[in-house]
């Protein structure tokens, strides 16, 4: 088999599917495939709302064509390609687990406690929610009759409050919590510093940080 002339197609142009698809474009023939016709529109001008590539990076990838059309009737012969990526279904449940476990050793009731989930979007300075496994570790501490506060200042709140059934909050809340999990490694929380980390956390409280974005000393769990 001639690799270097086998056409490939991306079924699929996530935050997976679309860098391999300009990735691939800029040397060898690809069509890049979805069934949201707005998000071929939308690449087809240039434009990706995930923020994964640039225009110029989609322009570069001069061999690369986008279409809601099957690739077999293109003449294409997909390649099934499996990205690196695994995603643990329970790593959201572990996290508010692991925070509910830490506030009962603090000798703070989880039931009817004050939590703050920092994120809601699927990457870091991101808007888009599409594939957010945030959405695990607020259904997870729903279970235990917490009270949930999201604050996300890149995601849409309406377009959270449908997703998660909690309204996003775009301001630094003013609020103090038992608890509080870093869930997205956006640069305005990595810009709040230890100080302004901790001063959204009442005493005693619980930071658990899944992102890694702060010194584990500073947290009291991390993923």
């Not at 225009?55 to 279409?67: G, H, K, M, N, V």
């Not at 009962?104 to 009731?109: A, C, L, Q, S, V």
Request: proline share 3%; charged share 25%.
């Amino acid at each position: 088999m001639d690799l270097a002339s086998r056409k490939i197609a991306i079924i699929g142009l996530g935050y997976v599917g679309l860098p391999l698809a300009v990735a691939f474009g800029a040397t060898r023939d690809v069509v890049g495939f979805d069934i949201n016709q707005s998000r071929v529109d939308a690449l087809e001008r240039g434009e990706d709302h995930t923020l994964e590539a640039g225009s110029d990076e989609i322009s570069a990838a001069s061999r690369l064509r986008f279409t809601t059309h099957k690739a077999q009737e293109l003449g294409y012969h997909p390649e099934v390609i499996l990205a690196g990526r695994r995603i643990n279904d329970g790593r959201g449940r572990h996290a508010a687990d692991q925070t509910a476990r830490l506030m009962m050793r603090k000798g703070i009731p989880v039931v009817g406690s004050r939590i703050l989930v920092m994120g809601a979007a699927f990457k870091e300075n991101c808007p888009e929610l599409r594939n957010s496994r945030v959405a695990d570790v607020v259904a997870r501490l729903k279970e235990y009759n917490a009270g949930i506060d999201i604050w996300d200042p890149w995601v849409d709140a309406q377009e959270c409050a449908r997703a998660f059934g909690i309204t996003s909050m775009k301001d630094i809340p003013d609020e103090r919590y038992d608890g509080v999990i870093v869930a997205v490694g956006h640069r305005q929380f990595r810009a709040l510093g230890v100080d302004g980390l901790k001063a959204l956390c009442k005493t005693p409280g619980v930071i658990y940080d899944i992102k890694g974005l702060f010194l584990r000393h500073v947290t009291d769990g991390r993923f």
